[in-house]
């Protein structure tokens, strides 16, 4: 692992509340982009009047840019326990077409090495928290949510209905 990459991960690392020093101590170089707050919940996901079990969820999202990777991590809170979620960076912010599609560095190919997923299990009291790496830099305003999924995303990259998302300024 390389200094930048290193650090980028130390970072995640503080983030994720891994490591009790303050995240003022880092000095870096490369770009950081922070998000945190109430999910935006999206009404009856499944379209059958079934309950959104991300209602009252909160997350927080961390983007560290450096040495040309990308680190993204993503902690929720307050959603259903022991259950899989799919989540990605999207494209639009969460009140514009629900994220619109996914974020892809080359545009049509759908894998987690040229999108940004994020999917997580829940523990016992409805919290996780997910790390990816890319090789590559989001572009300028290429992105702008984390959405979260039904389900994990299946190879094609579909992960089921939208259920809520984080606005992320990546
Ligand atoms: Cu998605």
Known sequence: MNNTLARAVSVAALTLGLVAVPATSYAGPGSVVTAAGSLTV?????G???????????????????????????????????????????????????????????????????EIWLDFTTNSVGSASSLTVVDWVIRPDGANAVVIHDHETDPAGTAGPKLACLDVNF
Not at 42 to 46: E, F, G, V
Not at 49 to 65: R, Y
Not at 84 to 110: F, I, R
């Open 48 to 114: 059958d009047g079934s309950p959104n079990s991300t209602e009252g969820g909160q997350a927080a999202v961390l983007a560290v840019t450096t040495g040309g990777k990308t680190l993204v991590t993503v902690r929720v809170r307050g959603l259903a326990p022991n259950r899989e979620y799919g989540a990605h960076a999207h494209v639009l912010g969460c009140t514009d077409s629900q994220g619109g599609g996914h974020y892809q560095n080359v545009p049509g190919n759908a894998s987690p090495t040229n």
């Open 42 to 46: 999206y009404p009856d996901p499944y």
